[in-house]
């Protein structure tokens, strides 16, 4: 493409030179030439070739999110004629070397999904799936369980307005009527992960954090059955404006974690929750990292003592290696609710929602502790 460019801007170009009167438009008229898929494709089959012969054959040195960057550039190929086998190739390709860095996804291609943000994956073409290394089809139940998490659609329903209080429903949605997921622990936090990566996208501020609140499957003890999975409640990272008669402040970022558990008590009441379910419940919690892959988003020092005050101990989280970590904040301390970094947020958010906390409420005889209302 370099070669092509500099052809046409010569050309172009008039006596006076590249520095000449008209070299802007010269330029301007060069860049307008360039073939535009055929530099995609160059970029990235160089980006790909350096790949192949550089010398950290392990590829220790080469992260999980660079490829991933990688795949995304991969998405804007064009699929028109003939150019899409070369598209396939190219993104099997890069496939490849993500299975070359994650070495576990040739046996686990669930895994994937961890590691690369749901809509890039959606904007590769199928056959790249296949020709990659990914043991996509060892099996039926693997490749059932590929495809379905491939199709997720959480919809237009999760984008309510962020200040209503309006009840969000981002039950997941299933493109391919004829498959599903097999319900399994694995899974159904795959798919919890793939929401609050969703709901994260709705954020307008730097960091795109989103969390997901859910009872995780339990067994019966009396008939042995499993229960599915239960979404209490929903949350990303917003700004949320303060009523300046009440404080010295014009706005507060709520961070996910906050939202969701506002979200959770106005849907199900403050009782149930901190009696029945927050003791029983896993939050989920993701950032994104631009908009093809994952960061590490571990409680902040405001979240922490926020989710043990309200009796939330179990904590998923993504990181950029295409993992979930998992946190125990045990014990939980409803004493908390006394310190103000947890009460001033958790106050926002239940105005914001336009419900009242009780146990907020109680909290206002203790020091340093903000009223509510």
Request: net charge negative; glycine share 6%; charged share 25%.
């Amino acid at each position: 493409c370099g070669d092509d460019w500099v052809r046409k801007f010569n050309e172009l170009s008039t006596s006076e030179g590249a520095f000449g009167v008209g070299s802007s438009n010269n330029f301007r008229e060069a860049l307008k030439s360039l073939p535009v898929q055929e530099c995609y494709r160059k970029r990235l089959g160089n980006a790909l070739s350096a790949l192949s012969s550089s010398t950290a054959l392990d590829f220790e040195d080469i992260s999980i999110q660079q490829v991933a960057g990688l795949l995304r550039g991969s998405t804007f190929l064009s699929t028109d004629g003939n150019d899409d086998v070369n598209t396939v190739e190219l993104q099997a390709r890069t496939l490849s070397y993500l299975v070359r860095v994650m070495p576990r996804l040739a046996s686990n291609p669930r895994d994937l999904f961890l590691a690369v943000q749901l809509p890039i994956l959606q904007k590769l073409k199928l056959g790249a799936f296949n020709n990659c290394g990914l043991a996509v089809r060892s099996s039926a139940d693997v490749e059932t369980e590929f495809r379905s998490l491939l199709s997720l659609d959480f919809g237009e329903q999760c984008k309510s307005s962020m200040h209503s209080g309006e009840k969000r429903k981002c039950a997941f949605i299933s493109n391919d009527n004829d498959t599903a997921a097999p319900n399994n622990e694995s899974n159904s936090n795959t798919i919890h992960l793939l929401e609050a990566a969703h709901l994260a996208r709705n954020g307008a501020v730097r960091a795109q954090h989103g969390a997901v609140i859910y009872i995780p499957t339990e067994k019966n003890n009396n008939n042995g059955e499993s229960t599915e999975a239960q979404v209490i409640g929903r949350g990303w990272n917003h700004d949320f404006i303060l009523d300046r008669s009440k404080t010295n402040k014009n706005k507060i970022v709520l961070h996910s974690e906050v939202h969701a558990v506002a979200d959770a008590i106005r849907h199900h009441g403050e009782d149930k929750c901190f009696d029945e379910l927050f003791p029983r419940a896993t939050i989920m919690i993701v950032e994104l990292e631009s908009d093809y892959g994952y960061d590490t988003c571990h409680p902040c020092p405001k979240c922490d003592p926020l989710l043990r005050a309200v009796g939330i101990t179990n904590v998923l989280h993504t990181t950029p290696r295409g993992t979930i970590e998992e946190l125990d904040l045990s014990p939980a301390n409803a004493n908390m609710l006394c310190n103000i970094f947890v009460s001033m947020p958790l106050s926002a958010a239940c105005q914001e929602q336009k419900i009242r906390c009780k146990r907020l409420e109680r909290a206002e005889g203790c020091p340093n502790v903000p009223s509510p209302r």
